[in-house]
């Protein structure tokens, strides 16, 4: 059956409205703000109605049901074809399109540094100076060990979760320096369920090249599929949960390069509403068996970049009063010490026992991490709770974890 038959319309934000030749329309992007268009606003119905499970009969039908529209089926077939043409349509188009997009992608020396100069300054001395001023506003770091193998760091924006960066990464100062390999599992913010997205492109910011372990992710690939592994490559183009912990480890390290294999890390949800069973999933274990057997060829850093709680309407929940405000901070003290102790199961059972619904957009990377570590002892390195909406009622909590 061809795809048109039941058109399927890829994930689109809204990033305008306009006027085009005198034609109000929607000025859309892809997630990866790679493609953008205008669709007259007109069709705004018929773009909701192509979910991949009408046919064009049916869309027309719905059309003139649900919203009073009178489109016969070669019109609709035509503003189909329009929105195919235009990479909006999930198929063969978007799909050669999409393979033309990754060899762009992998041919440049260096994945882009995407917040430089919005979230954060482009210019390397401003960046030094804004990390160096967060770091002057925290207390004297207490050191963590030098033999420290992890480090749990936020993802949040520099403007709200400066301190606790400061933090977690001047306590763990000496292990991230002497590292020699350095994997990172992100949330992908992006990513369906259970996905483990690798590149094997360079990671940058204004600081210096982060070299990707090229052979390691290629092997990791092999093992846990490389169709899956690369499928939402694209997703690292924007993905901000790596390059926010990038930029301090970079800091840290002076500049000094390691070799350096990012994770990108897709939902946990239906493992954690019994749907499906995390011992099942075969990639996982297989990336973790192959991550064990390369930390004893090399003294090996695992950072696991993650936030945790969102509450408040800002995440479709009810305000905070001050009492939930004050019991998110017991919940988030009651997640912390149960990181802290550093076993992978006992983590995510108490996770599923119903801590997910607390929106922990950071529990596959901790998951993970934890799984790689073994035995493990966290301490926690800052933590607080971030203004999430422009009511005081909407709040991220952050912190900062080394493990030994």
């Keep these: 059956m061809n795809y048109l038959t039941k058109p399927k319309i890829r994930q689109l934000n809204v990033v305008q409205q306009d006027i085009y030749e005198g034609t109000p329309v929607f000025i859309v992007q892809d997630s990866w703000q790679l493609i953008q268009a205008r669709i007259p606003q007109v069709l705004g119905p018929l773009v909701m109605l192509c979910n991949g499970r009408r046919e064009i009969a049916e869309i027309k039908t719905a059309l003139a049901t649900e919203y009073g529209l009178d489109f016969s089926p070669e019109d609709i077939t035509h503003w189909v074809s329009q929105l195919d043409n235009a990479y909006l349509v999930e198929g063969e188009q978007f799909e050669q399109a999409k393979r033309q997009f990754i060899s762009q992608f992998r041919g440049a020396p260096y994945r882009q540094p995407f917040l430089a100069g919005r979230s954060y300054p482009a210019e390397p001395a401003a960046l030094t100076k804004l990390l160096r001023d967060y770091l002057g506003q925290i207390p004297p770091a207490q050191m963590a060990s030098p033999h420290s193998r992890a480090i749990f760091s936020p993802h949040i924006d520099y403007q709200r979760g400066g301190p606790i960066y400061a933090q977690v990464w001047a306590s763990a100062a000496q292990a991230v320096s002497q590292a020699e390999l350095i994997i990172m599992f992100a949330t992908d913010h992006k990513g369906d369920v259970g996905t483990l997205t690798l590149t094997p492109q360079n990671y940058a910011s204004p600081l210096g090249v982060m070299p990707t372990d090229q052979t390691l992710v290629n092997h990791l690939a092999e093992a846990i599929g490389t169709g ?74 695992i950072v696991a970049s993650g936030d945790l709680a969102h509450l408040g309407p800002a995440f479709d929940e009810p305000p905070l009063d001050e009492t939930a405000y004050q019991q998110m901070k017991f919940d988030d003290k009651v997640l912390l010490d149960k990181l802290c102790q550093g076993q992978a199961d006992d983590f995510f059972a108490f996770m599923q026992a119903g801590q997910y619904k607390r929106n922990v957009c950071g529990l596959s990377p901790f998951y993970f991490a934890l ?34």
């Design 228 to 301: 899956a592994a690369f499928a939402d490559e694209l997703n690292h183009i924007n993905e901000h949960s790596i390059e926010l912990a990038l930029v301090w480890l970079q800091h840290v390290r002076q500049g000094k390069p390691c070799p350096f294999v990012p994770i990108l890390c897709g939902s946990f949800y239906p493992y954690l509403t019994g749907q499906a069973d995390i011992k099942q999933q075969t990639a996982f274990t297989a990336m973790l068996d192959l991550l064990r057997e390369e930390m004893g060829r090399r003294h090996t850093l």
């Design 371 to 404: 799984k790689l570590l073994g035995q493990s002892q966290g301490q926690v390195r800052g933590y607080d709770r971030c203004i999430a909406d422009n009511h005081n009622s909407s709040f991220v909590s952050v912190a900062g974890l080394v493990f030994e």
